[in-house]
């Protein structure tokens, strides 16, 4: 567990990184609300709270990204200008964003150049690759600085980017979500290299959700409740769970976990098919393995969880059932009929709902309000015409958002103004309607908070008892065993095991990668 020895976190004997009456305001929105909060030296740091509370606003203002209405903040001993990356850079701060993008062309050592702005000469490709091959084995990462970034697992990505981020001998790294792109043991993989920057002296700031995570690897915790510094930084060991998730939610009612689902195994068998795929296979693609021979079976009034090790076909089943993956070979039938071969938009019209992976890429246009990002659905699920009546869509999208508890000004602010939590519940409000036959639900609660992850199950039971059919895509077993009918277990691009409830963690373990019987 944690090794917090210190006692003294409310006044830093050494502090590294301190935010002085903060304040970000947008139009309405008050993002951070007169923050006052200093971290000490060469320990690591967690921040908390829930969708909307302020996190990545508070990172932003100390990486120089955003510019606070008020407020100050110093590194180690100076003050640094605010809003600007190049004073936050040079003082020692650098940030991993959570959705982080390398180029994917990129070989490692060319993204590494891409960070390395303060090492001027002349080197030879050689010296160049083995500076960095030493850079990143420091860091634990076993990664050749020849490879190209497309073909590395997310894991070993996100550990380029805090080795870029590291080039330039950052003294404080902030990590804005890492472990929500990241499968189990990814996430313990991330922690052995954070321990590693702590014992350099490196001080680390990490915005998580999960409290079991904050636990493993955090000296203090520190939380924000909407913009507001409600404690912290107090030593880990000192608190317990009850009362952190009381500081994170306030007054908010705590999640009230759902009734356990009832098996479904009897009465499933006779419910209709609401997908079948058969041999099915994809086309070789560059995004993760192609599927092979898939054959699924999925019934109306049923959750299918999809366990794997991430990169197992799981992005392309996904793919093949949004008709965006070359077909191969095989059939797809939805509803009955035949769909092999047919369009996104007929599918979606005969109930295909998807909760993508990549969210800000594939779920919500950022610069279209949400009015619009909400009704897309209902427009593409329509007849050939539809009467578009902006009032009434917004009404209706006002009451659709309240329901998720979506934190927002106005539904004609553009997307990209919510917070990550709340952008993925603008999704939801969308996809999870009563039309819906088939949901598609990839790593539903990765960035959501408590109650909001809560919710998400709550709301997933809730269209499957209303007859729809759900397929979970999930690396959490907890989450997949919990609400699952049923746990199928991909493996290089097929279906390697199928099990029943009451599950064993060995088995389905031992299936996700290969050495099941
Ligand atoms: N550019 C912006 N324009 C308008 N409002 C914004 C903007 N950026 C953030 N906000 C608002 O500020 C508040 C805090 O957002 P922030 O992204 O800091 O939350 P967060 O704690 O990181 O949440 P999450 O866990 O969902 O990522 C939210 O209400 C958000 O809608
Ligand atoms: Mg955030």
Same mark, same amino acid.
């Given at each position: ?87 936050? &850079? ?54 050749? !600085? ?31 979500? !890492? ?25 680390? #700031? ?56 009832? !098996? ?125 009546? !902006? ?41 999870? %309607? ?51 009918? &049923? ?16 599950? %064993?963690?060995?088995? #389905? ?9």
């Amino acid at each position: 567990m944690n090794s917090s020895s210190s006692n003294s976190e409310a006044s830093p004997a050494r502090p590294a990184l301190v935010l002085d009456g903060v304040t970000v305001q947008y139009d309405t929105v008050k993002a951070l609300s007169d923050v006052s909060i200093a971290f000490e030296e060469g320990r690591i740091h967690a921040v908390v709270g829930q969708n909307g509370a302020g996190k990545t606003t508070f990172a932003r203002v100390c990486s120089g990204l955003v510019k606070p209405t008020h407020g100050r903040v110093h590194i180690g001993k100076h003050e640094i200008r605010t809003g600007h990356v190049n004073a936050a &850079r040079a003082a020692g701060v650098e940030l991993v964003h959570q959705s982080f993008a390398l180029p994917a062309s990129f070989t490692v050592a060319q993204a590494m150049e891409f960070g390395a702005t303060r090492h001027s000469g002349l080197f030879t490709r050689r010296q160049l690759e083995a500076r960095w091959q030493a850079h990143l084995d420091g860091l634990g990462l076993s990664v050749s !600085p020849r490879e190209v970034i497309r073909n590395l697992p997310i894991e070993t990505q996100q550990g380029i980017e805090i080795a870029r981020a590291l080039v330039t001998d950052a003294r404080v790294l902030i990590l804005d979500e !890492p472990t929500a792109v990241l499968a189990p043991a990814g996430v313990e993989t991330l922690f052995e290299r954070i321990r590693i920057l702590k014992k350099r002296g490196v001080t680390v #700031v990490l915005i998580l959700h999960k409290i079991r995570e904050m636990m493993a690897i955090a000296d203090t915790v520190s939380v924000l409740r909407r913009g507001e510094h409600v404690t912290g930084p107090v030593p880990c060991a000192s608190i317990g769970a009850a009362e952190l998730s009381q500081w994170i939610m306030g007054d908010a009612k705590a999640p009230v976990q759902a009734a356990a689902a009832p !098996p479904r195994a009897a009465e499933g068998l006779t419910a209709p098919t609401v997908l079948r795929m058969h041999k099915f296979s994809t086309q070789p693609d560059a995004e993760g393995a192609a599927l092979n021979e898939v054959s699924l079976d999925v019934r109306a009034g049923e959750i299918i969880g999809i366990a794997g090790v991430e990169g197992n076909g799981q992005r392309t089943l996904v793919r093949a059932i949004s008709a965006l993956a070359g077909t191969a070979s095989g059939t797809l039938e939805f509803g009955g009929k035949d769909m092999t071969h047919s369009d996104l938009a007929t599918r979606r019209a005969a109930g295909l709902r998807i909760i993508p992976f990549e969210r800000n890429v594939e779920g919500l246009s950022l610069n279209s309000s949400l009015w619009e990002n909400w009704s897309t659905g209902r427009l593409l699920q329509g007849g050939l015409l539809s009467f578009v009546r !902006p009032k009434k869509l917004q009404a209706e999208c006002d009451v659709a958002l309240a329901q998720w508890d979506v934190r927002y000004a106005n539904c004609g602010q553009p997307a990209g103004s919510l917070s990550g939590g709340n952008a993925q519940k603008v999704i939801f409000a969308r996809e999870v %309607d009563d039309s819906a036959r088939l949901i598609i639900a990839a790593q539903p609660t990765r960035g959501l908070d408590i109650g909001a992850t809560a919710y998400v199950w709550k709301a997933l039971r809730q269209a499957r008892d209303r007859g729809a059919a759900i397929i979970l895509i999930s690396s959490d077993l907890d989450e997949l065993f919990d609400i699952s009918d &049923r746990v199928l277990v991909m493996l290089r691009g097929q279906v390697v095991g199928e099990y029943g409830a009451p599950y %064993d963690l060995r088995q #389905v373990g031992q299936a996700m990668v290969g050495a099941h019987a």
